[in-house]
């Protein structure tokens, strides 16, 4: 069975969320197919509550929460929630906005599933959970540096991690990048000024 609904359906679908939901939920966008509803991040769990028991939405299903970072934004972050009513066989996402410092509320208490994902939000991108039952990292390692999803990260990461047969213990070591190539950034059109490894007797006269 298709899922695909038309715009006018999800223009009458958000519209339908946003009566009942109130002032808690602000722009409601139909694009490429897809419902968009901007929270107020401070009212995530309310909201969700109501989609999940109202009868005429019934969401019953988070498929899926994740983060987004926008470092030239003051609020830099978005935290996406993806939704699925089984019964009415309808898709929604939800976005809140937060900063580096200001907790979103927790919805493990309307979506238990929530649980891990909200700890792979804040292992990647150091976003907080008010009230979350366990929130600690999730995909790194305790002593893990940083937040690897966010733009500013670098490709590197900051410490490297290695088993010392001498110590017989886990050591943490500033990265080390060893290069072993020479990149000259030469126009492929134009070819290298010099000779290149096997061409030493392209220019000699024959």
């Not at 987004?68 to 939800?94: C, G, I, Q």
């Not at 649980?115 to 600690?136: N, T, V």
């Not at 410490?159 to 017989?168: A, G, L, M, N």
């Not at 290069?179 to 000259?184: G, K, L, M």
Request: some cysteine.
């Amino acid at each position: 069975m298709s899922w695909a609904v038309s715009d006018e359906a999800l223009a009458e679908l958000g519209a339908a969320i946003k009566a009942a939901c109130g002032p808690a939920v602000g722009e409601v966008v139909v694009a490429h197919g897809e419902l968009n509803v901007q929270v107020e991040a401070s009212r995530i769990a309310d909201v969700l509550k109501t989609l999940r028991d109202d009868p005429g939405l019934k969401f019953q299903q988070l498929i899926d929460l994740c983060g987004v970072d926008y470092p030239e934004r003051a609020k830099r972050f978005d935290v996406v929630y993806h939704l699925l009513s089984l019964t009415k066989n309808r898709r929604v996402r939800l976005k809140v906005q937060t900063d580096e410092t200001s907790a979103v509320p927790t919805i493990t208490g309307v979506y238990p599933v929530a649980d891990w994902f909200e700890r792979e939000a804040f292992d990647m991108y150091g976003i907080f959970f008010d009230d979350h039952p366990d929130l600690r990292r999730l995909l790194t390692d305790y002593g893990f540096q940083g937040y690897p999803l966010r733009k500013d990260f670098p490709m590197t990461g900051y410490v490297e991690v290695r088993y010392d047969d001498t110590q017989k213990r886990v050591v943490y070591e500033p990265v080390k990048i060893t290069e072993f190539r020479a990149f000259d950034f030469l126009s492929p059109w134009e070819g290298a000024q010099y000779a290149l490894p096997g061409d030493e007797k392209a220019g000699e006269a024959k």
